[in-house]
């Protein structure tokens, strides 16, 4: 193991692979900067069979046609993607921290996003029992903003919804408290939305 | 009587006494009274060096206006209370009180006028710590100790007291 | 000379002569507690690894504390409109008065002292416990709940140590037989009591500290907690007179812990050439350094720690101490 | 019987230990916390709004104001999102300087913690001593990048200035000098009966909890969890260093503090070996355009900050300006658990229990 290993062997090891990624790095860099990517697409994530894994796993306890749609995010790391529908994100939530599978123990992101059409809540979990990370999303209405908070399962997300209901007021049934956090209460308006308005325009 | 330095500061010092005690009987909030008391307290332990009672003066000032002054504010600061209280009494009462008092002020100036002690060589001036602890671990080593015993009767009392508060409070929550 | 003037009928000449003395200790102590603030800060400077004030005054910042002191007077007097008004502005002089009362009990040399009192430790400890009384009602009287947190730490902390305080020196007082400072100083002539009653030097030490407020305990203040504690109100000269009185005390303590324990104005052996005023500032300087050698170094103890640490340890090791002495003198006189 | 009172205490939003405008609403009874509430957002800029109208190269320089302690890595997560967007390898000269400023910026910020918090529990001298560390890091940021604290250092694609002639010397000879000082610090201060005494099994959780509450960096491994983004989801070069994770296994105040200490000597492990492998020249600058435009799409990278996980949330149109930027801020995270520590504690301990969470407030308030 690397631990074993001395020191200054590392060293050079270190040294020596620094220099060989230099030289294909600066390669890669001169000639292709941005080409190089549709040349890997083609090619299946090396990810796909955890997609693929999660999504038989939810289909198996939840039945089919409760995803909205699964893919892996190739600008993001390559990360298997769950698009839950509004009404069964929360299940597909629980399902995915206490399925033994899949075990997502950790809440490392929940946000918003306005994108004109509809809402979207970008949650990104992690299970440390697997060493697997998930991208979970929903897509709302605007016209019905309300979503079943994520509190219960993970206390995690409680701030992260409250910035998320300040922000952009999308409001989540079963928080236990959820206000808004950065603005005030007395604030008017969602500014993270599109069609927000500041008070003064000027500044 | 001649004006000596002793005659002024005991008039200085008695007079500060009896106003501290009848600003503490007449303030409306708890804490000004007891500062009223400090003053009295420390007043006294100056009449009790007059006296050349050295000791008890320091004691006076260490046990009274400086332990108990701030037990007794730590208690109020700690806890609810009202600051100011309207007490309402009748013009009748107020006037056997008054007769009361003088009455008792009577009584007492009689008495203390009338009171005849012959005068004792003394040495109270030398060394007079050292004379109460000899008299006090020699002659009167029994008193001593029993009134120990109740001060710890006393402490206890006050530990069950303060227990069973802390046990009540356990079953609400 | 005191003495005598004590016993003498008043007159204009006693009141001009004592005002006169009195006038003259206070410009003392006024020195002292210049710059003694200064050597703090110089000297906290030093042990930070940085400069310290060095402006005003040249160099040596010789004039920064009467700058500052000069900038307290003439500062605004605020008064909070919801304090109590009465209390808030008597508060400092409680706090105040006591702190210069304990000076006349303290023998500096065998000529320069201004009572010499019978019972002149028990004085001591007796008054420096009515400044206590001042601050909590600082804190009371500010009606601000920080002061209020302050004061009652104050009042808690001061009830904790008086007791060690006074338990330590009986020892000393075993010894000497006697609560008067200067038979306690004639005493260790030959030794001093540093040696004989290292214990009880330790436990004076640390209770001192905690009287002073002073680092590791300067929990009535403790600036991160309760931003300054029960003064926080206060500020211009009101709060330069706690400051004052806090230095004050620092000189006082020092003092004693000078004349307790390490033989007040007596010198070293074959060094008698040197006065005794000379001797007592050495090792009175030495206290105050030791002091703010502490306060450099120490993070602050929690209240509750505090506590504890006055009840269980200090206490009990101050009254085996007395046990211990007493047990020794009567084994040596009984030889 | 007597009762006592409880009383409402509003701690900051000016308060010395609250470290920015923070303000914690506390009910206490005596000195005992019943309930503690924060509330946050008096340094709420909106940046993820100012960014919908920014360039992402002018989106750098706001970066710099979240976690002002360790701007470094704020560069460097935004450079990195939309680097792992477009595909854009930034060349190694570049990548090692960030390195090296980004590690250089860990130990700054751990300084400045450790300085701070021994500053709460009432111990002066610590301060200053962390402080003078910290200018010299500071200095040698200075000369890399021009700004003491907001850098505008990374671009996407690389860095923004070579390093001037002699600055990898300083920072090779700064690493065992920095390891000298590491150790007067644990003479100083770790042995110290008082400083023990407040810190340890304070502010204790457990490794549950800390999951549970989306807790990271110093926070979550105090309890025993080896968690680390540079090892465990390598970026940028850090595969090729041969550094620790420190655990601790307590899960309170005094495992943080180890945590954190240990860390950097971590960081002093990764400049040594980088300033040995650091390539002698090339571009610091990968051919990008002067406009970049990340392709459509969405997302999500983080990073580990001195704080914690640093996320970077960019949804493109294609445009020039991102659509939606977000953050995930560690700090804003890891502070959630404070109500839940502080409940039924000493007045004394809220210090010790917020200052071992280290937070920045430009960071929690985003």
Redesign the interface.
């Given at each position: 193991m690397a631990e074993e290993k001395g020191l200054e062997q590392l060293k050079k090891e270190a040294a020596e692979k620094a220099k060989a990624a230099a030289a294909a790095r600066e390669k890669g860099a001169a000639s292709a900067k941005v080409k190089e990517e549709p040349a890997e697409k083609a090619k299946p994530s090396p990810n796909q069979h955890i997609l693929d894994k999660y999504v038989q796993e939810i289909e198996n306890h939840l039945g089919k046609e409760i995803l909205e749609d699964s893919y892996i995010n190739r600008l993001s790391k390559d990360i298997p993607t769950l698009v839950a529908k509004p009404d069964t994100y929360r299940k597909v939530a629980e399902l995915l921290k206490y399925n033994e599978q899949l075990a997502f123990d950790y809440l490392s992101e929940l946000h918003g996003g306005d994108f004109e059409t509809h809402m979207e809540v970008y949650v990104h979990l992690y299970s440390f029992t697997n060493q697997q990370a998930v991208a979970l999303k929903v897509k709302i209405e605007r016209s019905n903003l309300e979503i079943p908070s994520l509190v219960p399962l993970w206390e995690g997300a409680n701030w992260p919804e409250c910035e998320t209901y300040d922000l952009l007021g999308i409001r989540f049934t079963g928080h236990p408290d959820l206000k808004r956090i950065l603005l005030g209460e007395e604030w008017i308006g969602y500014p993270l939305r599109k069609d927000y308005e500041p008070y003064d325009v000027e500044v | 009587m001649?004006?000596?330095?002793e005659f002024?500061a005991f008039i200085v010092l008695s007079l500060v006494a009896i106003i501290g005690g009848v600003l503490l009987l007449n303030l409306t909030?708890v804490?000004?009274m007891v500062?009223a008391l400090?003053f009295s307290f420390?007043s006294i332990a100056g009449i009790y060096v007059l006296l050349s009672a050295?000791?008890i003066a320091?004691?006076q000032?260490?046990i009274y206006?400086?332990?108990i002054?701030?037990?007794m504010?730590?208690?109020i600061?700690?806890?609810?209370h009202h600051d100011t209280e309207d007490i309402k009494t009748n013009t009748w009462k107020r006037l056997i009180l008054l007769l009361a008092i003088v009455g008792f002020g009577f009584v007492v100036y009689i008495g203390i006028y009338n009171l005849d002690i012959p005068e004792k060589p003394t040495t109270l001036h030398e060394?007079?710590?050292?004379q109460i602890g000899i008299e006090l671990y020699s002659k009167y080593i029994i008193p001593f100790e029993v009134t120990s015993v109740i001060l710890l009767v006393a402490l206890v009392g006050a530990i069950i007291?303060a227990k069973?508060?802390h046990e009540?409070e356990g079953d609400n929550s | 000379m005191i003495q005598e003037l004590l016993q003498s009928s008043p007159g204009l000449l006693n009141l001009g002569i004592f005002s006169l003395l009195a006038v003259l200790l206070l410009f003392v102590v006024l020195g002292f507690v210049t710059y003694g603030i200064l050597s703090e800060r110089k000297v906290m400077g030093f042990m930070q690894m940085r400069i310290g004030p060095n402006q005003v005054g040249g160099r040596w910042a010789l004039l920064q504390t009467v700058a500052d002191v000069l900038k307290l007077l003439i500062k605004e007097d605020t008064i909070p409109k919801v304090a109590d008004r009465p209390l808030y502005i008597i508060a400092p002089v409680i706090a105040f008065a006591p702190a210069f009362m304990v000076l006349a009990a303290l023998p500096f040399t065998d000529k320069f002292q201004f009572a010499d009192m019978g019972i002149g430790l028990l004085y001591y400890i007796a008054v420096s416990g009515i400044t206590t009384v001042g601050i909590v009602t600082a804190g009371w009287a500010s009606n601000n709940k920080y002061a209020l947190l302050g004061g009652m730490r104050a009042a808690a902390q001061m009830i904790s140590y008086e007791i060690p305080l006074v338990m330590s020196v009986v020892g000393i007082v075993l010894l000497t037989g006697s609560l008067n400072l200067n038979e306690i100083v004639e005493a260790q002539k030959n030794i001093w009591y540093i040696v004989l009653q290292p214990v009880a030097f330790i436990v004076f030490l640390i209770a001192s500290v905690a009287e002073l407020n002073r680092v590791p305990f300067d929990l009535p203040e403790a600036e991160s907690e309760l931003v300054a504690g029960y003064h926080v109100e206060y500020s211009g000269f009101r709060w330069a007179m706690f400051m004052l009185s806090e230095y004050v005390y620092m000189f006082a303590m020092a003092s004693l812990t000078t004349i307790l324990f390490l033989g007040g104005w007596h010198p070293l052996p074959f060094l008698g050439f040197i006065p005794a005023a000379v001797w007592f500032a050495l090792k009175f300087s030495l206290v105050i350094y030791l002091l703010i050698w502490i306060r450099v170094t120490f993070p602050r103890l929690r209240a509750d720690q505090l506590m504890e640490f006055g009840w269980k340890v200090l206490l009990p090791v101050a009254l085996a101490n007395i046990f211990v002495t007493a047990l020794l003198k009567e084994l040596f006189s009984m030889f | 019987m007597i009762r006592t009172e409880e009383m409402l205490l509003n701690v900051g939003p000016q308060h010395p230990s609250t470290h920015g405008v923070f303000r914690l609403v506390i009910k206490i009874d005596g000195e005992i916390i019943k309930e503690a509430t924060p509330v946050i957002g008096y340094l709420h800029r909106g940046t993820e709004k100012l960014a919908e109208d920014l360039q992402y190269t002018q989106i750098i320089p706001y970066t710099d104001r979240m976690d002002y302690l360790a701007a470094m890595t704020n560069n460097y997560v935004l450079c990195h999102a939309v680097e792992t967007m477009a595909g854009i390898i930034a060349p190694d000269r570049a990548e090692y300087l960030r390195v090296i400023a980004m590690e250089l910026g860990r130990i700054a910020s751990h300084l400045v913690w450790w300085g701070t918090y021994l500053l709460d529990i009432g111990a002066t001298s610590p301060f200053l001593y962390a402080f003078r560390e910290r200018e010299m890091i500071i200095n040698m940021l200075n000369e890399l990048s021009g700004a003491r604290l907001t850098f505008n250092y990374m671009r996407v694609g690389g860095v923004k200035w070579d390093a001037p002639e002699g600055w990898i010397q300083k920072v090779h000879d700064f690493v065992p000098y920095m390891r000298e000082q590491l150790e007067g610090y644990h003479q100083l201060v770790t042995g110290n009966e008082i400083f023990m005494s407040r810190v340890k099994g304070i502010g204790s959780y457990t490794k549950e909890d800390a999951i549970n509450y989306s807790l990271s960096g110093a926070n979550l491994r105090c309890t025993g969890v080896k968690w680390d983004l540079r090892k465990n989801e390598p970026y940028s070069i850090y595969d090729r260093f041969d550094f620790d994770i420190p655990v601790r296994q307590d899960g309170d105040a005094w495992a943080r503090y180890h945590c954190r200490l240990e860390e950097i000597e971590e960081s002093l492990k990764i400049l040594e070996q980088a300033v040995e492998q650091f390539p002698q020249d090339g571009p610091i600058l990968a051919k990008v355009p002067k406009i970049i435009k990340p392709p459509k799409g969405e997302s999500f990278v983080r990073i580990e900050s001195p704080r914690g996980e640093i996320g970077c949330y960019i949804a493109s149109n294609g445009k020039k300006e991102p659509y939606r930027l977000k953050f995930r801020r560690p700090s804003f995270y890891n502070l959630q658990i404070l109500p839940k520590l502080l409940k039924g504690e000493n007045m004394a301990n809220l210090i010790t229990i917020l200052g071992a969470i280290d937070i920045v407030l430009g960071e929690v308030d985003g």
């Open positions: - | 001649s004006l000596s330095g002024l909030k804490v000004h500062i400090v420390i050295e000791f320091a004691v000032v260490l206006s400086g332990a002054t701030i037990i504010l730590f208690g600061m700690l806890t609810r060394a007079n710590t050292e007291l069973k508060d009540e | - | -």
